[in-house]
């Protein structure tokens, strides 16, 4: 299934499942009582969201407005440098563990909404990367059994304003400007990808490739990831890890590029689908 998160017309928050490029199955109309948003479904009700499918009410795509995949994760847990062309672009050493930060939850923005650039910086980069979402919860999970805690797979564009990333060696500041992480389309499940490690990561500006690479490419696999970063938290349905950018950043380019209001970013990954998002600047 390809699973969505969205708002109907009425206002109402809901969730799905898209069948097609016009239509998605209202799955939160039979389920919602029981499940009343995403993160809950994926933590239980899977086999039941597939076995009303197709008896749920159809809502036409012009009807509902996205949302983040997960529009109300517990964690948005961030892995930096986990290509090997991007740790040299960055000239950062080798390192025998994934480096890892946090993101918040209100910082995310859907497929189709606008990424935007703070009035405090110019220097808004983008950072496409694959996201994978826990369903099934645990703690100290071994890295055999990581795949069995994933509930599925969606693109982000884990936006950072570079300047402010780099006030200190935290960076916390430069990843979490309300706006700038970009979430969606879809959650895919596995069973929809052949093969997750085999796909292609691309991100393009204004219709440019700035950023290519097979998923397979990490220096830290999905199961070493899950296995590292259960073993300091416990891990919850719905909590989201984006799992590291490729070489081509904006900021290690040499004229360095910046996105700005009227750029269009796209992060796509083969299977999985496009994040679309155009840039504008913040109001005052």
């Known amino acids: 299934?390809?699973?969505?998160?969205?708002?109907?017309?009425?206002?109402?928050?809901?969730?799905?499942?898209?069948?097609?490029?016009?239509?998605?199955?209202?799955?939160?109309?039979l389920l919602g009582h029981r499940y009343p948003d995403l993160k809950s479904l994926l933590g239980g009700g899977l086999d039941e969201a597939d076995a009303v499918l197709r008896l749920a009410p159809r809502l036409s795509t012009h009807e509902i407005h996205l949302l983040p995949v997960v529009p109300n994760p517990g964690k948005i847990i961030c892995v930096g440098l986990n290509y090997e062309a991007h740790r040299l672009e960055t000239g950062r050493p080798v390192e025998q563990h994934p480096s890892i930060f946090t993101r918040f939850a209100a910082s995310q923005v859907a497929a189709?909404?606008?990424?935007?650039?703070?009035?405090?910086?110019?220097?808004?980069?983008?950072?496409?990367e694959l996201a994978v979402v826990i369903g099934?919860?645990?703690?100290?999970?071994?890295?055999?059994q990581a795949f069995e805690h994933?509930?599925?797979?969606?693109?982000?564009?884990?936006?950072?304003?570079?300047?402010?990333?780099?006030?200190?060696?935290?960076?916390?500041?430069?990843?979490?400007?309300?706006?700038?992480?970009?979430?969606?389309?879809?959650?895919?499940?596995?069973d929809e990808v052949a093969d997750i490690t085999a796909q292609t990561l691309t991100t393009r500006l204004n219709g440019q490739v700035m950023q290519q690479t097979l998923i397979s490419d990490m220096?830290?696999?999905?199961?070493?990831?899950?296995?590292y970063v259960?073993?300091?938290?416990?891990?919850?349905?719905?909590?989201?890890?984006?799992?590291?950018?490729?070489?081509g950043v904006g900021?290690?380019?040499?004229?360095?590029?910046?996105?700005?209001?009227?750029?269009?970013?796209?992060v796509e990954i083969t299977q999985v689908g496009v994040l679309r998002n155009p840039i504008v600047d913040e109001q005052a």
């Open 150 to 190: 994933v509930a599925g797979y969606s693109c982000y564009n884990d936006g950072s304003v570079r300047d402010w990333q780099n006030h200190s060696h935290q960076f916390t500041p430069g990843k979490n400007f309300v706006g700038t992480g970009a979430f969606g389309p879809a959650l895919v499940t596995p």
């Open 112 to 128: 189709g909404d606008p990424i935007i650039r703070p009035k405090v910086s110019t220097k808004l980069d983008y950072e496409g």
């Open 1 to 29: 299934m390809r699973l969505l998160s969205f708002v109907t017309r009425s206002g109402q928050a809901g969730y799905g499942a898209q069948l097609d490029e016009h239509q998605v199955a209202h799955l939160s109309a």
């Open 219 to 227: 220096i830290f696999s999905i199961p070493q990831i899950i296995a």
């Open 251 to 266: 900021a290690k380019r040499d004229p360095k590029v910046w996105m700005k209001a009227g750029d269009v970013v796209e």
């Open 136 to 144: 099934r919860p645990g703690r100290y999970i071994s890295a055999e």
């Open 230 to 247: 259960s073993s300091f938290t416990p891990l919850e349905a719905g909590d989201v890890i984006a799992t590291g950018t490729p070489g």
